[in-house]
């Protein structure tokens, strides 16, 4: 019988989760770095997806298992109240990075007078008040940093699908069907730049479609096909292919046929409002991975895998070490020069601080102190008892 006092054990984490989270904060990272040519040869050159369908789909799945459950097993109130907090959370966490970059952009101006506030951050010079309420209300979101704002408004969805499951099985579909139709037939979309009126970036209302077939599939109401079906992995293969001549900068700098054919089926805004070949070619793409790696699955955890575990396990901290680091090291670049070895060390320097930074976070979390004190090496002599000394010289005497 369990004591009442006990927890309910956790739920296994599915170490595939963590290992692709930790590899998306690299390639973030990558992408972030200004001018990196190592930008040049990250996934999304090779197809219609990116790092950031990876991103969203990941949190998708994370909050499937880390909220989705306490709506099942502390009801609908409880669920939403934990909902909140992780907003509350996340807020601060967007309003602390983007201080933070701010801070860190002034102060090499102050060092070395490269005007990186003013290029970074132009309109706190031209419009000080409404930068600064733009950054509090996130109608403004500066270059790179629209990541979170739009994983807040996909979280607070989060209570809303909830309650329509209760209501109708398929009303969660519904509506995650319904925004992503509005956003291509509507423009729906929310002010992400005050002073020229455009939305946001990343459109939450898009990318929550792609956020909530990883929510589903985690809530087991979306049925997942079987990993390794030959033919579902050959079509997903052969998609995979036939996008690489659209996307791969080498083909398309050099074959104009083909950036007009990228042009023409994909538009200006496929980024930002999530264009359903991106979603078909994520899903292909992590269909086919899933597959290879099955066979693989136990031993993940070795290696390079046990370093993208401990990133991913703390995806948050690690995703906000990345985006300032990339800004950090982005300076050092303009500084010391973007030859190759330069580039290639930056790189390796933000991996390493970033693993550092997950490795660091995790031994905070485990709460150290709360364990039980170390028990000496030397175990100290017993104090000597006077009652037993004075029997013992009285039989000594005698």
């Not at 895998?305 to 090291?329: D, P």
């Not at 991996?351 to 090496?377: C, Y």
Request: hydrophobic letters at 55%.
């Amino acid at each position: 019988m369990v004591a009442p006092h006990d927890k309910p054990a956790k739920r296994p984490r599915d170490e595939r989760l963590d290992v692709f989270r930790g590899l998306t904060m690299l390639i973030i990272f990558i992408a972030h770095l200004p001018e990196n040519s190592w930008n040049a040869w990250i996934p999304a050159r090779f197809g219609f997806s990116s790092g950031a369908e990876l991103f969203v789909f990941c949190s998708g799945i994370a909050s499937a298992l880390a909220f989705g459950s306490v709506f099942v097993r502390r009801g609908l109130w409880l669920g939403t109240a934990r909902i909140a907090y992780r907003i509350w959370q996340v807020y601060w966490a967007q309003i602390g990075v983007v201080l933070a970059l701010i801070a860190l952009a002034a102060g090499i101006d102050r060092l070395f007078d490269l005007g990186v506030l003013a290029k970074q951050f132009p309109p706190l010079s031209a419009d000080p008040e409404g930068a600064l309420l733009g950054l509090a209300t996130l109608t403004w979101q500066p270059d790179y940093l629209d990541i979170l704002p739009m994983y807040l408004v996909i979280l607070g969805l989060v209570p809303v699908i909830m309650l329509l499951r209760r209501l109708h099985a398929a009303l969660p579909f519904l509506l995650v069907a319904l925004l992503y139709a509005l956003v291509w037939t509507e423009g729906l979309n929310l002010p992400g730049n005050p002073w020229t009126g455009a939305g946001w970036f990343l459109n939450p209302f898009a990318w929550q479609f792609i956020f909530f077939i990883g929510f589903f599939s985690a809530m087991k109401w979306l049925p997942v096909p079987r990993l390794g079906d030959a033919r579902l992995m050959l079509a997903a293969a052969l998609f995979l292919v036939l996008s690489v001549p659209l996307s791969f900068w080498g083909v398309l700098d050099h074959w104009p046929a083909a950036q007009a054919l990228h042009d023409l089926i994909l538009p200006a805004t496929e980024k930002n409002d999530l264009h359903i070949l991106r979603v078909l070619h994520f899903l292909a793409l992590a269909y086919l991975v899933l597959s290879l790696i099955e066979p693989w699955r136990q031993r993940l955890d070795r290696g390079i895998g046990h370093l993208l575990i401990l990133i991913g396990r703390q995806s948050l901290a690690c995703f906000l070490a990345s985006v300032v680091l990339a800004r950090l090291l982005g300076v050092v670049a303009d500084v010391a020069g973007r030859s190759e070895l330069v580039v290639t060390l930056l790189n390796l320097t933000g991996f390493a601080l970033i693993l550092a930074t997950a490795i660091v976070v995790g031994w905070f979390k485990s709460a150290p102190w709360l364990g039980p004190a170390p028990k000496p090496a030397v175990q100290p002599p017993a104090p000597a008892q006077p009652g037993l000394a004075l029997q013992t010289r009285v039989r000594e005497a005698s």
